[in-house]
């Protein structure tokens, strides 16, 4: 597609249940990010797959997060045993190439509200 | 450890005012600067980024910054705004020559009031 697309746009779960949030990232970009958005707190770097190397989990928060890149292409963020304190905007990106000074493109977020 | 710092948490201004926003960072060793903006509803979009050279650059509509290295600074500007410039602006900073992964601060709303 033209851009980094994410779904759901919206997801609303209870408390303890565990969620999937999915990036589609721009056709051929070999990088792609999850970061976090809390009201008040910013872009909060979360994972980072880069080809076929490991990826950098260092920005996950607990255990709980998981998140998995098959084919090099569509990657899955998983949230298990949800909690209030999750509730945020989950923005997915990507760039064409490693090495910092690529333009990383953002998709619009996946909105998640625990409840 | 990197961190980004952005003073201004909110700032209203009226149309045709002059925009600055602050950016400082803490980071051990040369970087990449960008500054992102969020329009209310939409995915954030790069305004502008500062790799090397000159230490002003120039963006998208109008904005340009200023890499001011003993400050460790990456000052916003824009002489002129306008109501379409409501939005959220990011600062951000990776490593020169590490992963492309990006270190936001925390963001300033910026309100412009026609």
């Known amino acids: 597609g033209a851009g980094v697309s994410q779904s759901p746009s919206n997801k609303v779960t209870e408390k303890g249940k565990d969620v999937e949030l999915r990036c589609d990232p721009i056709?051929?970009?070999?990088?792609l990010y999850w970061y976090r958005q809390s009201l008040g707190q910013g872009l909060e770097f979360l994972i980072y797959f880069q080809g076929n190397s490991a990826p950098d989990k260092s920005g996950l928060p607990s255990d709980r997060f998981s998140a998995e890149r098959t084919g090099g292409s569509v990657s899955t963020l998983t949230i298990q045993r949800t909690q209030q304190e999750d509730s945020a905007v989950y923005l997915c990106?990507?760039?064409?190439?490693?090495?910092?000074?690529?333009?990383?493109?953002f998709g619009e977020g996946s909105w998640l509200t625990v409840v | 450890a990197q961190s980004v710092s952005q003073h201004n948490h909110h700032v209203i201004l009226s149309e045709a005012a002059s925009l600055e926003l602050g950016c400082n960072y803490s980071y051990g060793g040369t970087v990449n600067l960008f500054w992102y903006v969020q329009y209310p509803g939409q995915h954030l979009q790069l305004l502008l980024k500062y790799f090397s050279g000159d230490p002003l650059v120039k963006g998208i509509k109008g904005f340009e910054a200023e890499f001011i290295k003993s400050k460790f600074s990456f000052n916003l500007r824009k002489p002129s705004v306008q109501w379409s410039d409501t939005a959220e602006y990011f600062c951000a900073v990776n490593r020169k020559g590490g992963a492309n992964n990006l270190f936001f601060g925390t963001g300033t709303r910026l309100t412009v009031i026609p």
């Open positions: 990106a990507s760039s064409s190439r490693q090495g910092a000074g690529n333009t990383i493109y």
């Open positions: 056709s051929g970009h070999t990088a």
